[in-house]
């Protein structure tokens, strides 16, 4: 039995105890949530941070490819490809092979995302997408992948064994980006998709609402490196899902209520903020040359701004953009060229909405508009209603959730050079990597010749991939997909004859991990 | 090394495995979701379900008090009262005193909500609420507390001990509500409080739209009473926000899409649904006589059906009644009386939204208006607008969140017997047991005479609760709160000083659970 003056004075222990999650001992360092040192998560629950430092790389497997991930995609022209060099350990040349489930993984051999029997599998998969699972692809520095989940999870992976190095929820609120690595932080961005009911009505009296407000805690959380623990968060009012940027000491992210911030990245101190009005919902901020480009919806513009002041140096739009589209679109910076997309111009046919996608490229440092290009009109989709450009060696590679097909577009003319079309939405960036383009969609990796556009290679690797850029580290593409789930299959899989994880595959793959939380998973009780 | 094709096979074996989670090896049984045996969980992973046998009750602690909660708050006019017979066990009589740390449980000694230094106290109480902690109360029967939290998870605990006997989270989403417990089953209601962007546009256009609608998985989870385990799932298009009720072999719920569905609690199978129009928010069914009482919002109308088929028998409204208002509150029913009240007539008033509250009663089977009564105007609420009531022996007590009063009403000519103000909002229906009336409001349980609105006691517990009603079982009020935590206190120790858990409580508490989660949070490494 247990006095209740005992009672008192234990609580307290307990208490006091219950700040360690998520926040070093002396506190949380800065960022404008200064005075709360720990986050709402119960000591030994479900939403502790797990931390397994014997998974860690050794060695050379953290010494080569990229040591820091600094954007979406990891550069301003959007192309998730790192090479190692010769001297790298075998595993990163030939390509390695694991898969891990995350929170809210879903079978990867099923056909179907969940709640499709009853939703249907359109939106079945916008919503599994968008709540359950990665809606970006990863991010891999230092032999260690990295990954944000709707599942509300980020992820530390080790990149050769596929085992868990760490996990942590330090907000209750859906993870949506790439997360970003600088020294020894990790930078998570959180927010979500909904509108509460006063931005409901916001919208229809004035035709603005801040998405994100009071749905949930919005903004940045700085986690460090190694163990996933919380340094500081800095939090905002409208959602923060595009994924931010870092150049050298600031992190500038963008959000719901149409606001860009700049933020010391080692304190979380505001340096700046911008009202530029709209909504960002997916527009990741592409820094270059001391711009930062972003785009918002409602309405629909694209920005460049002086990256040290958030001064607007010029804006631009695309004639008849319609509903979320322009803020989905992260612009591709590259070659003095911004490359944008967006649907445009509704019309409701045989009782459905269609859209026409229109891509236009502007002059990176002018803002004036080079060249439009516009794709066949199609059915309205679900969710994220562009394509995420990539520009590479004169070329914009550009996808559409419309259309569902790829056009490459020569940079300079937007002369069409070639179309692919294969899966039924295109959203995502493809990566050009060591030659060839690779483009993550639907269940499967496709490798096309960049030139003209031909197939040459397929893997299926289950799932389904919404907006999922291949991350290609020397022989291996890592990918998240919509089911929860991170994946790493080597290149050399990507063969002509189709397979579900090629089960004749090559020589050399060297690890697995097949129940890849196997290390903590017997400790909890009767899964 | 494993190879390949080792990788599948073993794979395929560690699939067959992932499907266990939260459904039996035969499949859920029936439900909507009918070929979609298993929810996307990762074995585990962090929200695998977790089952403590022994700590289920044993002998008599499972004898006493209620068998079934079939209602929001237990009856439809809303007494979450349960007496005990006199041969119980003593503890059950002079009360218990334990906490219970949920998955995003905050400090309850942290005099503010979590990120209130950013967001101010009003906004953050209600995000954390409404994203984090508990909306209502919990429900009690056959010796055990369940919860269901807006972290996701629904609990079972062990009404002595506090302790853990299964936690589960069968659908990545909010849930509000009293579990129901019929049977060997509970039922779980799901849904959060946020519209996608298609809706937004959908209200602009004309004044209407679903609540909930791709916003992740809404509807109906049952489970095994015993384990947790799901047994059905029946998915809806809105939100489910609200608790169900059970009549029967009948569970009735509603629905962001002003729908009203019945099922057969066994199956899932649909026996009927009615779209009314609007939306329910927080409305709870009430279930009495064959007659079901909902409410909705925009446009706002109380409603009577027949229960056996849905047919409308009668509806009301309140005049002036505004935003969200009226699909907040469930009705309460009883006396022959349906007792209902919104917001009303909003006035900007130096430069803040002002609103007037307004008590309607209803006669319950014609549905004729009996009386009207309203108080005083005052500021405009963030959230949950109205006062659930109570009707006991010939009195309505309605608390507010605009005027921060409750008060008492006599049921058939409305005229106000007492009015008590004390803490900022009250949103929750008092509960009326052994004579006494208590208040949960703030950070605190109130007594109150009932017959003239005196208080007579208050037990300073800590947290916030917006919307829970005191679970009140012999000598123990069941609390829960937007912090997260499940609290359970001696009503002895609700005393005329205040105190935090009062550290001079009566002599013979039982059983304290410092650290509840303890049997299994040090099998997690590092929290």
Redesign the interface.
Known sequence: ?????H??L???L??GT????GASKAGVRSG?????W???????????????PQNAPVGDDSGFGAKSWLQMNQSPDHNASIDVLPNAPEWFRRGV?W?F?????????RGKS??????GET?AG???T???GNALGVSVAGGVVFAESD?M?AYALNARTGQLIW?T?PV??HLMGNPLVAGRSVYLAAG??????S???S??RT?S?V?GM????NGIFALDRKTGRLLWSF?S?GEAMPTPAIHGDVLYFATGSGTVHALDRMTGRQLWKRRLGGNDNMSSPAYQKGRLYVAMAAPPRLYCLEAKSGRVLWKGTIPGAA??GMGDVSPAVGEGVVVMDTVTRPKVRHGQTTLRPVIRAFDAVTGRPIWTASTDRGAAP?AFKGGVPLIMKGVAYVGSPVTGAYVALDLHTGRRLWTWKRISAGRSAPTFHDGDLYIAGGDSLYRLNPRTGHETGRLKVGGRMGLVSPTIVGGTAYLANS??WIVAVPLANVAPEHG??????PAG????S??P??S????????
């Open positions: 039995m247990i006095r209740p003056s009672f008192l234990l609580s307290l307990v208490m219950m700040c360690l999650p404008n949530g200064r005075s709360e720990a986050v709402p998560v119960s000591p030994g629950g479900p939403f502790s941070r797990v931390y397994l092979f898969r489930a995350e929170a809210r993984a879903w079978p990867l051999e969940y709640g499709t029997a009853v939703y939106e916008a919503v599994q968008q709540f359950y599942d999870f996990r929820s209750g609120n979500g998709v909904g509108f509460n009911f931005n409901v009505i919208f229809a035709g609402a998405r009071d749905v949930s805690y939090k009012v509903n979320t679900p089911w929860d579900i994880l090629s089960t004749s595959g793959m060297t690890e697995s097949l129940s939380n196997r903590f998973h017997k400790a909890v009780h009767n899964p």
